[in-house]
């Protein structure tokens, strides 16, 4: 019989809720134990996968799994991956890495000292037109990378509002910064993916523009740099709506807008797993490209598809951990650099 990865959930509700049930469905993962604070969320869960309810985070830790997932507050993934590490499991931990940079070099080290994987779960590597775009990009179809513009804003603060005081996405301590810290995570991470290249200097500016009933930043504007010179601008605000990234080159350039439209135009002809570009020279534009369910195992891109693979066979996860700590090293600069004005470099991590 194949063998299976067992594993076990540390958290099932929120976005959560879209994946969870998948280590039940994927034929290659065993879902054995889940925690939720929410009783009914984990209830939820198990009613439809036949898993146990565990009565505490520690009775996951300690279940007969290989793996833990834990998809948490930002605030509390540092104790609970150094607790499943320590306990002999790898993990797959929810964006960001920790609450702060200090957490990430700690958890990094601890990460490496215990023989198992820490990965970090990036749902954009889900999506066969993130992979199409970066295919262009290695294919030469845009010519030499000089930009790269993102932008994630979901308009919360707005709905935020009547949230009871602990909410813990409303605290700065909490959630490690502000909007900068939970949206720009995802582009972060995917324009350094896109280009293969680290993210060397930071310049930023943060405002609290909308949203007095929450502690951080509402909205929040960083220009990177790239180790090979290339630059980006990576935006992110909980006060105003709208996403989109396009990555600019001297042959060509793509724009992926709302997750659903993609508008290209190049020198060269390109045909990818979602985009065929088959007119050189003209602006072509292609609707209804929605990104792929979380929860879909049978995409082969699915990042926690992906995750049971390669524990299971060995192989090098997505999303390594140096990978999760180079995003918190500029999350950490792009801080810094609003805080003092000034723009801040980066150590690469990888």
């Not at 066969?128 to 845009?142: K, Q």
């Not at 995917?190 to 943060?206: E, I, M």
């Not at 490209?289 to 049971?308: E, K, S």
Request: with cysteine; aromatic share 6%; proline share 4%.
């Amino acid at each position: 019989m194949t063998r299976r990865l067992k594993v076990g959930l540390l958290g099932v509700g929120g976005v959560a809720a879209k994946y969870a049930v998948l280590y039940g469905e994927y034929p290659r993962s065993d879902l054995r134990i889940v925690f939720d604070p929410s009783a009914d969320a984990a209830r939820a869960v198990a009613g439809r996968t036949g898993c146990a309810v565990a009565p505490d985070e520690a009775a996951v830790f300690a279940a007969d799994v290989d793996a833990v997932v834990i998809s948490t507050p930002n605030h509390l993934h540092h104790a609970q991956a150094t607790a499943a590490l320590g306990a002999g499991r790898h993990v797959l931990l929810q964006k960001p890495m920790t609450r702060d940079l200090a957490e990430a070099e700690d958890l990094v080290r601890t990460a490496e000292a215990s023989g198992r994987t820490l990965a970090m779960y990036m749902n954009s590597l889900d999506n066969p037109v993130i992979r199409d775009i970066r295919a262009m990009i290695t294919g030469g179809v845009l010519g030499r990378v000089g930009g790269v513009n993102c932008k994630l804003a979901n308009g919360m603060g707005h709905v935020w509002r009547n949230r009871p005081a602990d909410f813990w996405r409303g605290s700065r301590d909490k959630v490690g910064g502000g909007s900068f810290a939970m949206l720009a995570t995802h582009y972060v991470n995917l324009a350094q993916w896109l280009l293969d290249r680290p993210v060397t200097a930071v310049s930023a500016v943060a405002r609290n523009l909308m949203s007095d009933h929450i502690e951080g930043d509402d909205i929040m504007v960083a220009l990177t740099e790239f180790g090979d010179g290339a630059l980006g601008v990576i935006e992110s605000a909980w006060c105003v709506k709208g996403e989109q990234m396009s990555v600019h080159g001297s042959t060509g350039s793509v724009a992926y807008i709302d997750n659903s439209v993609v508008t290209m135009k190049a020198d060269a002809a390109f045909e990818g797993e979602a985009i065929r570009y088959d007119r050189p020279g003209t602006r072509m534009v292609f609707e209804g490209l929605t990104a792929p369910d979380m929860g879909d195992w049978r995409n082969p891109h699915n990042q926690h598809r992906a995750f049971v693979e390669a524990i299971l066979d060995g192989t090098p996860v997505m999303v390594p951990v140096r990978r999760g700590l180079q995003d918190m090293r500029v999350l950490a600069a792009a801080y810094a650099a609003s805080e003092a004005g000034r723009r801040t470099t980066v150590e690469p991590a990888w």
